[in-house]
């Protein structure tokens, strides 16, 4: 055996690299646009608005219809990833989309004599595109348990993580110059067109079984004995479930209230808040697969547990400090620079947080993502509520002290997560 340092690697394990390199392409392609089709409405809301005759208070509905069909159906859809073939799940889901998108446009005409509603038909469309849209990172995260490697697994999830980034960063200048020039139905025909885009990819350069590496063909043996009774039972499990509830529920603070909070309370003008807002999401494409990378290379140098633990725990007790020097410090800027820090510091555990549900839950990632990402919108759907209320009754630096008090106990939340074999229970 050539033991020399410049040796080649086997043709076997190219094949299984670049299969594996194809695949997070794929996956993170499709979240990407997929999360475009989510957020196209807030774009395309001010004209929609407008022409349909909807008030803030409808439009939140609408909002918040989307975001209860994803939540609720995140266990049923995680349950359906470990039993329908990745490429299949994923071009059913992005004809889905592209499908459901299209409706939109059809809201307030009339077509041979039938009409859908305003506000009863977005509602339910919204609501639709939700459950459509819950399967979308359970299936990539056991996707990527069953393809690639454990010590790898890190930057992989953060790669397709970074869709969050990329669909929050794309869909406002694509989207909102078609909607200039063409109109709010031209643009959701646009995000139906690239999810179509999606499902020819996927049915193209997916193949139906994807070979596997050694390492994860062998890990994939290792956690074979894991069924979903067993990872329920896991105390690790509900630990790191637990802890990505309260990461949801701090990250929502800034995707829900973030712009509103530099206008209304730091005063700045609109054009200049609303690029302020779009540093975090523009950070992100940075800080979440950077992280992954991260949590890789702790993981090699200590070991799974202490490996996957060393940068969410500090990460969230960073955002904490960046959260009360933000709301306490006088200076607007500087409230909104530690707030986009803060932000950053968050997103960037979001790769050791699949990275470690995937290495505790093996063939049943599905489901364990599943379980997780509910926890996770949970705290979203509290967060967005609980916030204005707080800041109304007891001040706005209150309200983001009680956000970082929370990601201080997800960090501390991380100490009960044991990822070492045998170990966890």
Known sequence: MNHSPLAAPSPGLVSARATGGRLVFLLTLAASVGYMCRVNITVAAPRLMAELNLSQLEMGKVFSAFLLGYTLFQVPSGWLAGRVPTRRLFCAMALGWAAITCAHGLVGKTYFGLALGELPGLLGLRFVLGILASPTYPAAARAISLSIPPERQGSANGTVLASIGLGSAVTPPLLGYVTLHWGWRAALLVAALLAVLVVMLWWRLAPPRMPVSSTARRASREA??????????????????????????????????????????????????????????????????????????????????????????PAMALAAGSLLLGARTSSAWLAALSLTAATALVLATE???????????????????????????????????????????????????????????????????????????
């Open 224 to 313: 074979a004995a894991v069924t979903c009774k067993s990872l329920l039972g896991l105390r690790s499990f509900w630990f790191l479930t637990a802890s990505y509830t309260l990461q949801g529920y701090v990250g929502y603070v800034f995707v829900f209230w973030f712009f509103l909070y530099l206008v209304q309370v730091r005063h700045f003008a609109f054009l200049r808040a609303a690029w302020l807002t779009t540093l975090p999401w523009i950070a992100s494409l940075v800080v979440i697969p950077l992280g992954g990378v991260v949590s890789d290379w702790a993981v090699q140098r200590w070991g799974s547990t202490w490996g996957r633990r060393s940068l969410p725990m």
């Open 351 to 425: 790769g050791p947080y699949w990275a470690s549900m995937t290495q505790l839950s093996g063939p049943q990632s599905g489901i364990g993502g599943g379980v997780m990402n509910f926890g996770s919108n949970l705290g979203g759907l509290i967060s967005p509520v609980l916030t204005p209320w707080l800041a109304a009754q007891l001040g706005w630096e209150t309200a983001l002290a009680l956000a970082a008090i929370i990601a201080v106990v997800g960090a501390v939340l991380w100490m009960g997560v044991t990822i070492d074999p045998g170990a966890a229970r």
